[in-house]
């Protein structure tokens, strides 16, 4: 069972536009929110992150915007570039037995220049 | 620099044959963690480790096995009993607790021939 649902699987933006990537979560156990991106042949590198009690978080042009009782969050990339193109994984965090990580199927992201 | 060496990039397994899969950090993190990745699947738990000489099982442990004697380092064993190997293993630490998210190694790519 998929415990952290991801959409969509794949996306295309043009260069300046906002991508969007949403993710839903069921279990309430889960206390802390990372967003990792990756590039062909490398390991995931943490983007930015967020705590449950809070609603939204920016960095850059990154944002997390986090829905606690609708159980959802969702990245926000603004002026989105070509060396954004990645794959983008939405994760969430255990607060106890071991802090694992269970990680959305992930959005293989193109901007086109 | 600081971070998390995972060897060799590449290896090539024979049907019937154990391999085995480094993972060393100097972050002095507590926490190490395995993962494969397929395509379209996301990013999946083998094994964890919160403190030296303990470890748990993940989502897919079946057919894998892990040691933790040193705090840096935590190897995974692929033995025969994994039926379908072939995979991009990731290994990442972290503190536990608190805002951390993962710091990844960068992979290995396991094929079998």
């Known amino acids: 069972q998929q415990q952290v649902k991801q959409s969509p699987q794949s996306l295309i933006v043009q260069k300046g536009g906002i991508s969007i990537i949403n993710c839903a979560y069921e279990n309430t156990a889960f206390d802390y929110f990372p967003w990792y991106q990756q590039f062909p042949g490398k390991g995931p590198a943490l983007l930015i992150a967020?705590?449950?009690?809070?609603s939204e978080k920016k960095e850059g042009r990154f944002t997390i915007s986090f829905n606690k009782s609708a159980k959802q969050f969702s990245l926000h990339i603004m002026d989105s570039q070509p060396g954004d193109s990645a794959t983008y994984f939405c994760?969430?965090?255990?607060?106890?037995?071991?802090?694992?990580?269970?990680f959305g199927a992930g959005t293989r992201l193109f901007v086109k220049a | 620099d600081g971070g998390i060496t995972q060897s060799p990039k590449y290896l090539f397994r024979k049907e019937g044959q154990n391999v085995t899969l480094s993972c060393e950090q100097n972050?002095?993190?507590?926490?190490m963690y395995w993962y494969r990745q397929d395509p379209g699947q996301g990013l999946r738990l083998i094994y964890y480790s919160q403190i030296v000489n303990d470890f748990q099982k993940g989502d897919i442990a079946e057919g894998y096995s892990v040691s933790r004697e040193k705090k840096e380092s935590f190897p995974l064993t692929v033995t025969s009993a994994q039926k379908n190997p072939t995979a991009f293993y990731l290994c990442a630490s972290s503190n536990t607790g608190g805002n951390y998210g993962y710091t990844f190694g960068s992979g290995t790519r396991l094929t079998v021939v």
């Open positions: 972050l002095n993190h507590d926490a």
């Open positions: 994760a969430a965090r255990y607060g106890t037995g071991g802090f694992k990580t269970i």
């Open positions: 967020i705590r449950p009690d809070v």
